[in-house]
């Protein structure tokens, strides 16, 4: 069977505001091949994204991503890794290339796994999922007293593990000191609590080795992105010095090998992988078996649709031991009714994939025509991108 | 001084070839402000560079590169500091906008130099230019005999310096041995060769291993770009036998942190850095005190037009015994007619930096109408970009 068609739909809500929420927009992939329909989910900004599938080729290195795609065979998973790799080398100098690889080679699992009748888990190589803890993941209230309620209402809700981030973290060490003390007092002292710190200290080591003794009085679990991603240096001066609190990073990674770095270099414990952006399911496979092998604890970033959680659990759904999992519960609409299924908590609060042919996520249509943003490039008098039809 | 205006012209050669020549088409960036202009020039794919400038608003961390550019202050060196560092905030899930900040960046350099008077190395903080030893870079031939040849023909033009890369490099080692023989007789004993792999190898260390002997044969200085940027642990094991051959690599890096890990943790003794792609001069500074730091030696990377040549001296210009300097010499008439100025060979076969205000290079406008590409982006029946006015 060979890839018959490529699409890209961006999606938005009407109105995009200027918060850390990234459930705002979206860009869909299909992919479809032999009657088959595949759907993946790029992170982010849509139009950039659009632009890496379908530009101009600057030169041999710098294709867009359509060109190693369209028409290539696809029958088993070595297929998927093929592609991956060609779209790697044709557009190794068109940067956002990594962002629209990501959606599309998550549509190309979900297609396989539906043209195999397997979940794509299996097609991964694992036996088994395994259930997850889903951490409900949120912003900081404005307020202490704001970020109490959130972290109340999270655990009232059946979740175990609650995860606070951004907002107003990070520029003042009183407000942080009562915001996480307000946090752990909503989770209470039998759950797990995390904290985002959002990228906010750059490579300050100082700044945020002040809010370790917090962090470690308040039994937080990880300490996630205290500096940007590529801080490495920062990463290992601050891990020295966490003890109890473990890091986390990743989210940023564009390929497999920052992610490495950060196990290598940051001597983070947790290593968080946004199967939409790292380059898709077979970049985030790669990223789980090296965790597993150094010992660090692979964890889903996500703060999309379901379609896109669905994805971000199957590379290490066959990994017991690593537990935890992202689990946004301030989706917008266009997100959460992207799909009609949903990964809901069962009664112990935990998730599990679906035992369904691919990602195992029914599109809901009415939700991407509500959403769909009319887009079209023109180069040259030539139309290189318009929003296809559903 | 406020930034009135910025905007992105795309331009391309009328036939676009699969070869690994960047200088087929360009972006160039055209910022304005208290009636002054400056200019720069981002690597590389035009369109998707574009749709990082005019993107909407995906989120507080993915927002389009102009709005965090436009209306800024503009008076002093701390000014474009201040712009770099909000672009990169408010654009850092934006993959793209590293590549789209940094033709800005350059851009913005440009202006404060003419506003200033002032070269710009001068603020850069260099108080002298030092002379560079432009090596030829161009693609190895067909057949040995044809790298002979055009190694040979750079020579006789006076450069001291000859670079082969990509084309047939590092498929077969027999025809590998064959090509760095050839252009070793080309270039003669007494000039410098360097090899450029292109990345041909990925990851796999055994098989550039099996280079070695060869190239320390034939007393290569550099084996450039082995492999993938971020392959660092590759990278440190090559270096680890490399012996009289020096490992050089960093074009890919999109800021500076990625040059600082194949100095930290790759060991490479040349770190290349594309201004047009690192986040602009900014950045690229931050890597040459680095380098000097660290004892490793800068390099610019360029393969396009002579403003881009210029702009990428200026980061390491007062740097006296980093001597090397990329110097492309296929360049596409689009990339060489785009400025009256060029920074031609001096009588020693070496180039200086022009003493003019900003980047001293005058721009050829008749050159930017003829290759100029209409392009066109609409989002929602709104125009985000069409190709503006010269």
Request: proline fraction near 4%.
């Amino acid at each position: 069977m060979k890839i018959d068609s490529l699409d890209f739909f961006y999606l938005s809500m009407p109105e995009v505001e200027d918060i850390g929420d990234g459930s705002q927009d979206a860009l869909l992939v299909r992919v479809t091949a032999g009657g088959y329909t595949g759907w993946g989910e790029c992170e982010a900004s849509p139009l950039t994204t659009i632009a890496a599938l379908v530009c101009p080729m600057s030169h041999s290195a710098c294709k867009p991503v359509v060109a190693s795609v369209l028409g290539e065979r696809l029958t088993q998973p070595s297929d998927i890794v093929r592609i991956h790799q060609k779209v790697r080398e044709n557009s190794m100098d068109l940067l956002q290339s990594d962002h629209a690889l990501s959606g599309v080679d998550i549509a190309l699992w979900d297609l396989l796994g539906k043209m195999c009748d397997e979940p794509v888990y299996h097609l991964l190589g694992y036996k088994h999922s395994y259930s997850k803890v889903p951490y409900a993941s949120f912003l900081f209230g404005d307020t202490p007293q704001e970020t109490f309620e959130k972290a109340k209402r999270a655990t009232q809700q059946g979740y175990k593990a609650v995860k606070c981030g951004w907002g107003p973290f990070g520029k003042n060490l009183q407000a942080d000191i009562e915001h996480v003390v307000a946090a752990r007092e909503g989770v209470g002292q039998e759950n797990v609590l995390l904290i985002d710190a959002g990228t906010v200290w750059g490579s300050d080591v100082e700044v945020a080795k002040s809010r370790l003794k917090i962090l470690q009085e308040q039994k937080v679990t990880w300490l996630e992105e205290p500096f940007h991603t590529s801080a490495l240096e920062a990463y290992r001066a601050l891990s020295n010095e966490s003890k109890t609190v473990k890091l986390a990073g990743g989210e940023g990674a564009h390929n497999e090998f920052m992610a490495y770095h950060l196990i290598d270099y940051g001597d983070v414990g947790f290593i968080q992988v946004d199967a939409g952006r790292v380059g898709g399911l077979t970049s985030a496979k790669r990223v789980a078996d090296y965790a597993f092998q150094k010992n660090v604890t692979y964890v889903n970033h996500t703060f999309t649709s379901h379609l896109a959680l669905s994805a971000s659990l199957q590379p290490y759904a066959g990994l017991e031991g690593h537990r935890l999992c992202e689990y946004p519960i301030e989706l917008k609409p266009l997100a959460y009714d992207l799909t009609n299924d949903h990964l809901e908590l069962n009664q112990g609060g935990e998730i599990c994939l679906p035992e369904k042919p691919g990602l195992g996520m029914e599109l809901n249509l009415e939700t991407i025509k509500k959403y769909l943003v009319q887009t079209q490039i023109i180069v040259n008098k030539k139309v290189l991108y318009e929003t296809p039809k559903l």
